[in-house]
């Protein structure tokens, strides 16, 4: 059985100036900041030219929206979106990211990797509960939403 008609196009808008699409972003932002996630990357990141302005709060901006469920460029207006910017200040245009990323190399990521290290480090001070008891348990911490069938 084939179906006979298509379905209309929907388009979902979120542009209410009163509603937050992503509230859960405040504290993990919040946390980001004081575990100095802007400051390690305006330190170690250098990327030439205007493009590599800002890094600190483009590198934010890239994190608040890959946390929100942005997976390409395009995704990233969602920081922009509704009441957003009531609540956050100095969302980058997905253009200006995207002109952002497209200006790394090799040695971009690099940098980034340094940035990365030693956030994890400083959010191990802030969160102290993430790095265990002290016993020398490990802990696991799991940033990719997939979930798969557990092998037997």
Do not use: C, W
């Not at 504290?27 to 590599?52: N, Y």
């Not at 979106?81 to 002109?99: D, I, K």
């Not at 956030?119 to 993430?130: E, M, R």
């Not at 990719?144 to 037997?152: G, Y």
């Amino acid at each position: 059985m084939k179906l006979s008609h298509t379905r209309a196009a929907t388009v979902a808008v979120f542009d209410d100036p009163n509603l937050v699409s992503s509230a859960g972003l405040v504290p993990v932002l919040a946390l980001a900041d004081a575990a100095g996630l802007r400051d390690l990357a305006d330190e170690h990141l250098s990327v030439p030219t205007d493009k590599g302005a800002n890094a600190g709060l483009k590198v934010a901006s890239l994190v608040a929206g890959m946390l929100a469920g942005a997976d390409s460029i395009d995704d990233l207006a969602l920081l922009r979106h509704g009441g957003m910017g009531r609540v956050f200040t100095n969302a980058y245009a997905p253009s200006t990211l995207g002109s952002f990323l497209r200006a790394f190399s090799f040695g971009h990521v690099r940098q980034l990797d340094a940035v990365a290290s030693r956030f994890l480090t400083a959010l191990a001070v802030q969160a102290p509960q993430v790095v265990g008891d002290g016993t020398g348990g490990r802990v696991l911490v799991d940033i990719d939403d997939t979930i798969s069938r557990a092998l037997p």
